[in-house]
């Protein structure tokens, strides 16, 4: 028996799609990633070369999909991964296949120079990867009884809901909306409707009066939004009560990033319940970057004070936060530090869910460095941190 780990080729498309649609549907629900994923695997994409697999005697025994994205974050442009379709026949498990794609994967990711990467799955299983649970997420649950008390039984008639296509008029203008948001990933043209489509999703249009005003992209059922947009600043809350009404649900759920601060006003006062949830599974490969980035893009929402912090980080070089009037600052340096973290800690204390609510917690599980961490020191990084992560879900792999 022969053995290969390596990239695939174009021509392994079929071969990875029919060793994907057999593993998930050998392991749960039928699969069929052509029709599940569109975005990826539309053949004419030609996606099969963002993926690393193991073979025996020529044939594809095992697969892990690391798929390129370039993400916009108050201005700065971060090189993001998707990290999905890992499979293994199930015949040829516990073998080591799927820690050596991830090596290979990994490998190829950190040399192309990215900045973070993220996929979904079991925990503990990628920890061993250098993913930990990252991002906030705040999901909210709004039922048929929260909007009739609010509103009543007449709610916002002017709004309406048309089910879009791929050839619908307003669609490049929903692009245009979904640009205007301050963190998104760029979506190209020509998948942007295969991307709102993904995950078994519905697109629709919002209109009011007749005029579109925005997207709401839904689960077939129309129970779980994915991504709501609104061109002309319209109330979340009246968007959404209009929804449960008009599809006859008793409940539906709706997550928003931390920096949408107009949603998560607006739907705190009127849903039933409210989680705070970390945003996915994440390894940070490149922190001045993804730092500078994410802190800018929370001092557009939250004023942030001043000042300076020297942080190291377990086999990364130590590196400078400032903050200097609402400008964020990022850079390695020499310097000694205020505080050493290793890796998964970093991940935990910069980028986790708990932020502020466990921040002596998670500060007791790192070292004062060389140049102090006293009073001044604490109150910046329970400031600054943890910071506004997050990834949508129809960007997800």
């Given at each position: 028996?022969?053995?290969?780990?390596?990239?695939?080729?174009?021509?392994?498309?079929?071969?990875?799609?029919?060793?994907?649609?057999?593993?998930f549907?050998?392991?749960g629900?039928r699969?069929d990633?052509p029709?599940l994923?569109?975005?990826?695997?539309?053949?004419?994409?030609?996606?099969?070369i963002?993926?690393?697999?193991?073979?025996?005697?020529?044939?594809?025994?095992?697969v892990?999909?690391?798929?390129?994205m370039?993400?916009?974050?108050?201005?700065?442009?971060?090189?993001?991964?998707?990290?999905?379709?890992?499979?293994?026949?199930p015949y040829?498990?516990n073998?080591?296949?799927?820690?050596?794609?991830?090596?290979?994967?990994?490998?190829a990711?950190?040399a192309?120079g990215?900045?973070?990467?993220c996929?979904?799955?079991?925990?503990?299983?990628?920890?061993h990867?250098?993913?930990?649970?990252?991002?906030?997420?705040?999901?909210?649950?709004l039922?048929?009884?929260?909007v009739?008390h609010?509103?009543?039984?007449?709610?916002?008639q002017?709004?309406s809901?048309?089910?879009m296509?791929?050839?619908?008029p307003?669609?490049?203008?929903?692009?245009?909306?979904?640009?205007?948001?301050?963190a998104?990933v760029?979506r190209?043209?020509d998948?942007?409707?295969?991307?709102?489509r993904?995950?078994?999703?519905?697109?629709w249009c919002?209109?009011?009066?007749?005029t579109?005003c925005?997207?709401?992209t839904?689960?077939?059922?129309?129970?779980?939004?994915?991504e709501?947009v609104t061109?002309?600043?319209?109330?979340?809350?009246?968007?959404?009560?209009?929804?449960?009404?008009?599809?006859?649900m008793?409940?539906?759920?709706?997550?928003?990033?931390?920096?949408d601060q107009?949603g998560i006003?607006?739907?705190?006062?009127?849903?039933?319940?409210v989680?705070?949830e970390?945003?996915?599974?994440?390894?940070?490969?490149?922190?001045?970057r993804v730092?500078?980035?994410?802190?800018q893009?929370?001092a557009?929402?939250a004023e942030?004070?001043?000042g300076?912090?020297?942080?190291s980080v377990e086999?990364k070089?130590?590196?400078?936060?400032?903050?200097?009037e609402g400008?964020?600052?990022?850079?390695?340096t020499?310097?000694?530090?205020?505080l050493?973290?290793?890796?998964m800690?970093?991940l935990?204390?910069?980028f986790?869910?708990?932020g502020?609510?466990?921040?002596?917690a998670?500060?007791?599980r790192?070292a004062?460095g060389?140049?102090g961490?006293?009073?001044q020191?604490?109150?910046?990084?329970?400031?600054?941190f943890?910071?506004p992560?997050?990834f949508?879900?129809l960007?997800?792999?």
């Amino acid at each position: 028996m022969t053995e290969a780990f390596e990239r695939a080729n174009p021509e392994d498309f079929d071969e990875i799609m029919d060793l994907a649609n057999y593993v998930f549907s050998y392991s749960g629900d039928r699969h069929d990633f052509p029709i599940l994923l569109p975005k990826l695997y539309k053949k004419e994409y030609g996606t099969a070369i963002h993926h690393f697999v193991a073979r025996e005697d020529g044939k594809i025994l095992a697969v892990v999909g690391a798929f390129p994205m370039r993400m916009l974050v108050a201005g700065e442009t971060l090189l993001v991964y998707g990290i999905g379709s890992v499979c293994v026949h199930p015949y040829h498990r516990n073998l080591g296949y799927m820690k050596t794609l991830m090596q290979l994967a990994h490998e190829a990711i950190t040399a192309s120079g990215a900045d973070f990467s993220c996929l979904g799955g079991q925990r503990q299983r990628y920890q061993h990867f250098g993913y930990d649970r990252c991002g906030q997420s705040v999901e909210f649950t709004l039922n048929k009884a929260n909007v009739r008390h609010r509103y009543g039984r007449e709610v916002f008639q002017e709004l309406s809901f048309r089910l879009m296509s791929a050839d619908d008029p307003f669609l490049e203008i929903c692009r245009g909306w979904f640009t205007r948001r301050p963190a998104h990933v760029i979506r190209e043209p020509d998948r942007f409707f295969d991307i709102q489509r993904s995950w078994n999703a519905d697109m629709w249009c919002i209109l009011a009066n007749g005029t579109p005003c925005g997207y709401l992209t839904a689960s077939k059922d129309g129970k779980e939004v994915h991504e709501l947009v609104t061109g002309d600043g319209r109330d979340p809350a009246e968007v959404l009560s209009s929804w449960i009404e008009r599809k006859n649900m008793d409940t539906l759920k709706f997550s928003l990033p931390p920096y949408d601060q107009n949603g998560i006003a607006s739907l705190s006062t009127l849903c039933e319940s409210v989680l705070l949830e970390a945003a996915d599974n994440m390894a940070i490969f490149n922190f001045p970057r993804v730092m500078k980035a994410f802190l800018q893009l929370k001092a557009g929402y939250a004023e942030l004070p001043d000042g300076s912090l020297v942080l190291s980080v377990e086999g990364k070089t130590p590196f400078r936060i400032s903050m200097q009037e609402g400008r964020a600052h990022v850079v390695e340096t020499d310097e000694p530090a205020n505080l050493i973290l290793a890796y998964m800690d970093a991940l935990a204390f910069l980028f986790g869910p708990l932020g502020g609510v466990a921040s002596t917690a998670l500060e007791s599980r790192c070292a004062a460095g060389p140049a102090g961490w006293a009073g001044q020191e604490r109150n910046l990084a329970r400031s600054w941190f943890p910071l506004p992560l997050f990834f949508d879900f129809l960007d997800n792999v």
